[in-house]
């Protein structure tokens, strides 16, 4: 049984450049949040995907946005990258939203410069 | 006031050693009480989780929640190296599909042999 699984494992970027990161939930899972992970910090909530569409959303700007597809696989986009979005970013899977048993890919580490 | 205070550490002890971790919250709405174990540029993987108040044991390790003094706790006995890692701790609401999970800074162990 495939666990959560993430793509890319690293990332370089610049400022002001796009990107987008994937993630594929266990089977079985329907349900995908998106945290982002800065050095030495808790995880912080960035949105939640259900049946296609976002239910939930941190306090994150517009320049995050996301995408459920069928197959209840994910994509988390940033644009206009700063600095300060370098940070680990980890998919979480869980059924029907259920909060208390989300299970984590191993992250994206992404690198602004 | 962050609504999940957790110390960092670091927290350093012999093999063997009984081990206490623990979180306050300040929500007392949170109804879902979650550790985590990350180890080093991984992911957070589901330790424990409890519902309400309570304990709950699983081999070597022990969750504890009260919520009249909106704390709770993890144990773990007999530690080993390999428990060398981060703990999380997380909470979330029972409010529909308001599952988003609210994460502590996390506390850095490390035990030595």
């Known amino acids: 049984d495939a666990g959560v699984t993430q793509s890319p494992t690293h990332l370089i970027k610049t400022r002001g450049q796009q990107v987008t990161l994937r993630c594929s939930p266990k089977?079985?899972?329907?349900?995908v949040s998106w945290y982002q992970q800065a050095l030495g910090q808790g995880p912080q909530f960035i949105f939640q995907?259900?049946?296609?569409?976002?239910?939930q959303r941190g306090n994150f700007p517009d320049r995050f946005s996301g995408h459920q597809f069928p197959n209840y696989s994910s994509e988390l986009n940033v644009n206009a990258l700063w600095l300060g979005d370098s940070a680990l970013y980890l998919c979480a899977s869980s059924f029907k939203g259920g909060g208390e048993t989300q299970y984590f890919g191993p992250g994206t580490r992404l690198l602004v410069l | 006031q962050k609504e999940v205070e957790q110390d960092p550490g670091p927290l350093s002890v012999p093999e063997g050693a009984i081990v206490s971790l623990n979180c306050t919250y300040s929500?007392?709405?949170?109804?879902?009480f979650m550790w985590y174990r990350q180890y080093s540029r991984k992911g957070p993987e589901l330790l424990m989780y409890t519902y309400s108040s309570g304990n709950k044991e699983d081999g070597r390790f022990t969750a504890q929640v009260d919520k009249s003094s909106k704390y709770i706790s993890l144990f773990i006995r007999d530690s080993q190296p390999s428990d060398s890692a981060t703990y999380l701790c997380?909470?979330?609401?029972?409010?529909?599909?308001?599952?988003?999970?609210?994460w502590g800074l996390g506390t850095s162990l490390a035990v030595n042999p």
């Open positions: 929500n007392s709405a949170f109804q879902y």
């Open positions: 995907y259900y049946e296609e569409e976002e239910r």
């Open positions: 997380a909470m979330s609401l029972n409010a529909g599909n308001n599952r988003k999970l609210i």
């Open positions: 089977s079985g899972h329907d349900t």
